[in-house]
Nanobody, 127 residues
């Protein structure tokens, strides 16, 4: 079983930046794609970004393309989400998740494809 712990959330003004981290332990981390999702109050959980097991392929939601960057350090069992030019509509609880299938070639955007989830970290962007 894998455990995922997010950190780095907080309160930031519009236009600011935050860097989220997700530390993994337990089941092998380096062979699985990782994703970041977010959920705002009253809304469904939505895809933000994903990265393949080797870190060479990434995918982003249109709403964050060009502003957010996902990366991973397999030696540290950690995945990151660098968030720049933050907007009030980015306010949400951010979750990292591990793909349930090892070495998947195509990055998935549906939450159902991810089998392990962290507890989430709150990001609040003030206007």
């Amino acid at each position: 079983q894998v455990q995922l712990v997010e950190s780095g959330g907080g309160l930031v003004q519009a236009g600011g930046s935050l860097r989220l981290s997700c530390a993994a332990s337990g089941r092998i981390f380096s062979s699985a794609a990782m994703g970041w999702f977010r959920q705002a109050p009253g809304k469904d959980r939505e895809f933000v970004a994903a990265i393949n097991w080797g870190g060479s392929i990434t995918n982003y939601a249109a709403a964050v393309e060009g502003r957010f960057s996902i990366s991973r350090d397999n030696a540290k069992n950690t995945v990151y989400l660098q968030m720049n030019s933050l907007k009030p509509e980015d306010t949400a609880v951010y979750y990292c998740a591990q793909d349930g299938v090892a070495l998947r070639v195509v990055l998935r955007t549906a939450p159902s494809a991810y089998s392990a989830w962290g507890q989430g970290t709150q990001v609040t962007v003030s206007s």
